[in-house]
């Protein structure tokens, strides 16, 4: 009995304890987790105005005191905004609020927002009048769908859909939900900059993944919050006006470094919309990580995805919870030479009481 407890007593040092789930806005009004630097809120300071402004922006884009409106409802516009300064946390959550809305009845508007994390910036380019091949991650919110061909059906991985014999498939495609995902459609995308953006398919060669959202012209507010932290990405949306955050994206086996900037962008094309951006605030999330992680030199990590396929089965941390402490080499090591000394503790004892037996039982012949 005193092992078993022992091991319990070594199993809850090791957080292995069933953890307590936490909510998804946990750093909502923390207000000691907000960094200025990183945030862009009302009535917008100095942005525009002052050289000392941590935000400048291009193109279109109009600063008043309520709302950066990054578009007007009017065609052929680019506009964007952008943190100067490189953000070096390693453990985010983003918190942007946005108003999209115009004049444009169903599927006559577009083309939506972007949100990035990127290497460069002030970069102008056809994705969402931002840079193509890009580096970093991107976060579309795209309310115009530009491929009409969505329901084609995909030939099987380059080959005959009609072949004999045996094949394996390793499906990195974000599978049937997408090919009749209805618009406005938020997804994410991550590039070392090898990748383009397909504006024509609506990036969905490269889509993480996605949701599809109802956001336009909305009397209330709509949040997108974008979390990264110990390689995983996590996307929410908050747009029911329900004060509660709905999950779109999770994934894990994400690489981002640091030292790469905040910004937001939108265009129009021949169809429009008044893309604003009302608030994008940046929280630290409180995280420790090993030793072997802090000296990595985080500036250096190319940004990539590992694991593109049923992320929620990258069971690397099984509540989503960014607190939570998944099981680390030595933590297993740990456990596994407690299973060990359990076992071999257990055969010393058993083989003891098997040799007493066989004693008394001589003693009585
Ligand atoms: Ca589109």
Known sequence: MNRLGAVWGILLLLGLSPMPFVHADITDGNSEHLKREHSLIKPYQGVGTSSSSQWDFWGSTLVTSQYVRLTSDERSKEGSIWNTVPCFLKDWEMHVQF??????????????????????????????????????????????????????????????????????????????????????????????????????????????????????????????????????????????????WKECIDIGGVRLPTGYYFGSSAATGDLSDNHDIISMKMYQLMVEHTPEEENLDWTKIEPSVSLLKSPKDNIDDPTGNFRSTPLTGWKVFLLLLCALLGIVVCAVVGAVVFQKRQERNKRFY
Request: contains cysteine; negative net charge.
């Open 99 to 244: 108003k999209i809305h115009g004049s444009g009845k169903k599927n006559l508007h577009g083309d939506g927002i972007a949100i990035w994390y990127t290497r460069e910036r002030l970069n102008p380019g056809p994705v969402y009048g931002n840079q193509d091949h890009f580096v970093g991650l991107a976060v579309f919110v795209d309310t115009f769908r530009n491929d009409l061909h969505g329901m084609d059906v995909r030939p099987v991985f380059g080959n005959s859909p009609k072949f004999h014999g045996l094949a394996l498939f390793i499906d990195t495609y974000p599978n049937d939900e997408a090919s009749d995902r209805s618009f406005p459609y938020i997804s994410a995308m991550i590039s070392n900059g090898s990748l383009p953006y397909d504006h024509g398919k609506d990036g969905r060669s490269t889509e993480l993944g996605g949701c599809s959202v109802e956001i336009r012209n909305k009397d209330h507010d709509t949040y997108l919050a974008i979390r990264y932290s110990r390689g995983r990405l996590t996307i929410m949306v908050d747009i029911d006006d329900k004060n509660e």
